[in-house]
């Protein structure tokens, strides 16, 4: 019978028996004071020194600076002094902190520099314990100047037969490249030595090296993989290290070699699961690959799911996760073995494998993957909820029948408690459903009308209040929506109650025959506490109690869909004027497409969009047009293009274009790059040509210099012609005068210049340039409202198109609208379709479109009619023309 020892008072003394002892102690660092740790570092000029003592304070000091404390330069040097003073001891703990402290205070104190040779020393020594870590250090605070005079030293490590010497030289070199690339080249000779070594990290390292030191030169990198892909690497991290460098070479290469390739296929077969799953991962991200040749890497990865170590599986599945995103099909062989995943303990692998399979799933496992779902789902955290609910958002959109299995899934998963963007993750993927699947709209909206019932989110109330007075009213029942609305005006708060009042109105906008009972409740808003609530109550009464339709859909559905800074501009422009005799027009105003009301729309993880040019916004553009004294008179800007390319990409003087319209004129900009290193280009400037003789350049703004690698725009001012002409194709040509210069310098060989000229491609100008598109928010009264003096009707043939829903991309495009209420989504098998499409003309006219296109079923052929409306009879006769 053991006795536990006691005290002097005789009581048993309490003893740490095991680890949960030590760890409740807690972290013996966390509460450290930088001032008193200085001070103690007053310690290492004692004698004799006390090394447990200096090795404890030594560590407290480098915890300090590892945690980011700032320590002035004064202290940081004068404890580095202190620790230099510790080289006497020959205590190995203290001796392997001390290199620790020397490369963690290299950058905070000064003179660091004077332990070089004590570092050189213990490089060079025949202690193997010191030498590695001897190297890190004199690595760390070496500069360019004294690189060269530990080059030997560092020579001779790269190939000592001590692994770990050798690998912190590699590590250290790779380090030191950043520093003196130039110096780490000379030594490839050794480094090319290292990757023979028969230990796994050194071999690792030094081909990590070597690419680097190899990595500006593209064939010497093709043949260090041709080298190594025979010469079988002994190190499964080589291996990896080797796969994502040919798998670079592939992506970069123009004509890549295949036997590349076939390497990285070969790899599917070693006997590491880490290289396994690295080939696998290559082959997969590589793009334009076929199914035919990820099958194998499919095939592999579909073995990892099976391995007893949860890091492979995860890393398995969730490169299946983002393969199913290209190539659903392909993954669907392994269903199977990732069903058997969704009662993984591990729950990210589980979370995978669920969202895996919703993406692959076919149409009939819809409902079984929901049920295996709905007890998984509690057990995960809200991030894992949101990547779930994603899966769920596309499965939709791919099987949109099966929104009846779905929606009450997703309408219970509200009803759970759950963070802020875990709803609001769920909420968009309703409105997703609903936007996309008009079947789903009545049973979407009662689920997010229940939801704002019990809601404590401000911001999703008011996202499913605006959800709600623009799709309720088209509903069969509209009437059944109101009271959830006014609900929100009786109970919730200011922001929440303003919003109903917004919604009410365009109830009583869209629904004549509820306008009465909308009314009621507005007055009823008039006592509202608020004065934002009271404001909209009242605008909203007056518009619907007196306004014409017309007025009514303009300031109620449609909202306002100008820039908030060419607003601030215009007023501004017209107070300055102080010519108050004509009103302040907003149609001078620049437009944009999105209603300042309308919310962004959350993009879900799991979709990657492609990058798309993007038209600039106009803001930046037009301070910037505005300073330029030829175009000052011009007035607000109304459109700006996305930039064109006038030249390719590789030539020698690159040109892009992007097109500013105004009301009667347009400018071209002309962003010029020079990449001759040899040249200056003086006085350059783009000169138009239209054959037709109805388009002329007004005004030219040249670039007086454009030195190498800059960037300048010239520019060339248009007028519109007096024919009614708003479309054409001008040729351009680049004119410059040339000034050789050094190349490295560059300064004027003489001033001597020549003449010269560069042809660019043709410059069209499209009836888009003039048209900004401005989504309706409700077509049909829009549509009822213009009237029919400004409407015109063409029908003819398209011959470049093959199918409806390219006619409706190509009609789109060209006329420069946006389609409305979703008309642009073509159902699959209709051999006819309607697509409404709206924006502004220049100079703030609407125009308005009704595009039906048809397959003729004799020869395939597709016909479309399009009937063109406006409040201007003449910009319908312009836009009709341009598409005919």
């Given at each position: 019978m053991s006795i536990a020892p006691k005290n002097k008072g005789g009581q048993p003394s309490r003893m740490k028996t095991n680890k949960k002892d030590e760890e409740a102690s807690g972290n013996v660092y966390a509460h450290l004071d930088k001032t008193s740790v200085l001070q103690e570092c007053r310690a290492f000029n004692e004698t004799p020194i006390n090394n447990k003592k200096c090795t404890f304070i030594l560590t407290k000091l480098i915890y300090i600076i590892q945690q980011g404390e700032p320590i002035g330069?004064?202290?940081?040097?004068?404890?580095?002094?202190?620790?230099?003073?510790?080289?006497?001891?020959?205590?190995?703990?203290?001796?392997?902190?001390?290199?620790?402290?020397?490369?963690?205070?290299?950058?905070?104190?000064?003179?660091?520099?004077?332990?070089?040779?004590?570092?050189?020393?213990?490089?060079?020594?025949?202690?193997?314990?010191?030498?590695?870590?001897?190297?890190?250090?004199?690595?760390?605070?070496?500069?360019?100047?004294?690189?060269?005079?530990?080059?030997?030293?560092?020579?001779?490590?790269i190939v000592d037969r001590n692994s770990a010497i050798s690998s912190s030289a590699v590590v250290s070199s790779i380090h030191l490249m950043r520093k003196s690339a130039e110096v780490v080249r000379r030594w490839a000779n050794e480094v090319q030595e290292a990757v023979s070594s028969d230990n796994h990290m050194v071999q690792y390292h030094?081909?990590?090296?070597?690419?680097?030191?190899?990595?500006?030169?593209?064939?010497?990198?093709?043949?260090?993989?041709?080298?190594?892909?025979?010469?079988?690497?002994?190190?499964?991290?080589?291996?990896?290290?080797?796969?994502?460098?040919?798998?670079?070479c592939l992506v970069d290469d123009d004509q890549p070699d295949s036997s590349v390739f076939t390497f990285i296929e070969s790899c599917l077969r070693h006997k590491s699961e880490m290289v396994v799953?690295?080939?696998?991962?290559?082959?997969?991200?590589l793009p334009q690959t076929t199914p035919s040749e990820i099958q194998p890497a499919i095939t592999a990865l579909q073995m990892c799911c099976t391995s007893p170590k949860a890091a492979v599986r995860f890393a398995a599945v969730r490169t299946l996760n983002k393969v199913a995103m290209a190539h659903p099909n392909a993954v669907m062989s392994c269903n199977v073995d990732l069903e058997k995943f969704i009662t993984d303990p591990n729950r990210s692998i589980a979370t995978l494998a669920i969202t895996t399979l919703l993406k692959t799933g076919a149409e009939s496992s819809v409902?079984?993957?929901?049920?295996?779902?709905?007890?998984?789902?509690?057990?995960?955290?809200?991030?894992?909820?949101?990547?779930?609910?994603?899966?769920?958002?596309?499965?939709?959109?791919?099987?949109?029948?099966?929104?009846?299995?779905m929606m009450p899934f997703l309408a219970k998963m509200l009803r759970n408690d759950g963070s802020y963007d875990y709803k609001k993750a769920i909420v968009e993927t309703i409105i997703a459903i609903i936007e996309e699947n008009p079947d789903a709209k009545v049973a979407g909206l009662a689920h997010l009308c229940e939801f704002i019932e019990d809601c404590e989110h401000d911001n999703l109330s008011t996202r499913v209040l605006h959800l709600l007075g623009r799709e309720a009213p088209k509903t069969p029942n509209p009437s059944s929506y109101i009271r959830f609305?006014?609900?929100?005006?009786?109970?919730?708060?200011?922001?929440?109650?303003?919003?109903?009042?917004?919604?009410?109105?365009k109830f009583g906008a869209q629904c004549v025959d509820l306008r009465p009972s909308i009314q009621v409740l507005l007055k009823r808003c008039l006592l509202d506490s608020d004065d934002e609530v009271r404001d909209r109550a009242t605008f909203y009464l007056k518009m619907l109690t007196e306004a014409a339709e017309s007025l009514i859909h303009n300031f109620i559905l449609d909202g306002l869909q100008v820039s908030p800074a060419g607003l601030e501009r215009s007023i501004l422009d017209y107070l300055r004027s102080q010519s108050y005799s004509s009103a302040f027009d907003l149609r001078t105003v620049p437009v944009v497409q999105q209603a300042l009301s309308q919310p962004e729309k959350r993009v879900p993880q799991l979709i990657e969009e492609e990058e798309k040019p993007?038209?600039?916004?106009?803001?930046?553009?037009?301070?910037?047009?505005?300073?330029?004294?030829?175009?000052?008179?011009?007035?607000?800007?109304?459109?700006?293009?996305?930039?064109?390319?006038?030249?390719?990409?590789?030539?020698?003087?690159?040109?892009?274009?992007?097109?500013?319209?105004?009301?009667?004129a347009i400018v071209l900009q002309f962003e010029c790059k020079n990449t001759m290193n040899d040249q200056l280009l003086l006085d350059v400037s783009v000169e138009l040509e239209d054959p037709d003789g109805e388009w002329e350049s007004k005004e030219t703004v040249q670039i007086n210099k454009l030195p190498y690698g800059e960037i300048h725009s010239a520019y060339s001012l248009l007028e519109f012609p007096d024919s009614g002409a708003i479309s054409g194709s001008l040729g351009a040509i680049l004119k410059f005068k040339v000034m050789d210069v050094d190349p490295t310098s560059g300064e004027p060989d003489s001033e001597d210049t020549y003449d010269q000229t560069y042809v660019l491609e043709e410059v069209e100008v499209n009836v888009s340039d003039s048209v900004q598109g401005v989504a309706k928010t409700s077509f049909a009264s829009a549509w009822e409202a213009l009237g029919d003096d400004g409407t015109r009707e063409e029908t003819f043939q398209l011959s470049t198109v093959e199918n409806i829903p390219d006619a409706v991309k190509k009609i789109t495009e060209i006329l420069g609208l946006v389609p409305c209420e979703r008309s642009d989504r073509v159902p699959e098998g209709k051999t006819q379709h309607t697509v409404f499409l709206s924006g502004v003309f220049r100079g703030g006219y609407e125009v308005l479109s009704k595009a039906t296109v048809a397959v003729d079923p004799s020869d395939n052929s597709i016909a479309m009619n399009i009937i063109i409306k406006s409040n201007e009879p003449l910009v319908a006769d312009l836009v009709i023309s341009a598409v005919v």
């Open positions: 330069r004064t202290e940081a040097t004068e404890a580095f002094f202190g620790v230099t003073k510790l080289w006497q001891s020959k205590d190995v703990n203290l001796r392997r902190m001390i290199y620790l402290g020397v490369k963690e205070m290299a950058e905070v104190s000064d003179d660091v520099i004077i332990v070089t040779s004590s570092l050189t020393k213990d490089m060079t020594g025949r202690e193997d314990l010191y030498r590695a870590a001897a190297i890190r250090a004199l690595c760390k605070i070496t500069d360019t100047g004294m690189l060269q005079t530990i080059e030997r030293y560092m020579k001779q490590a030094a081909l990590a090296l070597l690419y680097q030191i190899r990595a500006n030169d593209r064939l010497a990198v093709n043949k260090l993989v041709q080298k190594f892909s025979k010469n079988a690497l002994r190190s499964p991290y080589a291996v990896c290290y080797l796969i994502r460098i040919a798998t670079r799953y690295e080939a696998a991962r290559a082959i997969v991200s409902e079984r993957l929901m049920q295996q779902i709905s007890g998984f789902v509690n057990e995960i955290s809200d991030e894992f909820k949101i990547v779930v609910v994603d899966a769920i958002r596309s499965l939709c959109s791919r099987y949109p029948r099966k929104h009846t299995v609305i006014y609900n929100r005006v009786i109970l919730e708060s200011t922001k929440v109650r303003a919003a109903a009042v917004t919604a009410l109105a993007k038209a600039p916004k106009v803001e930046p553009y037009a301070a910037q047009l505005a300073a330029i004294p030829q175009f000052a008179a011009l007035g607000p800007v109304f459109k700006s293009t996305a930039r064109i390319a006038l030249t390719e990409s590789i030539a020698e003087y690159t040109v892009h274009m992007i097109k500013h319209t105004f009301a009667n």
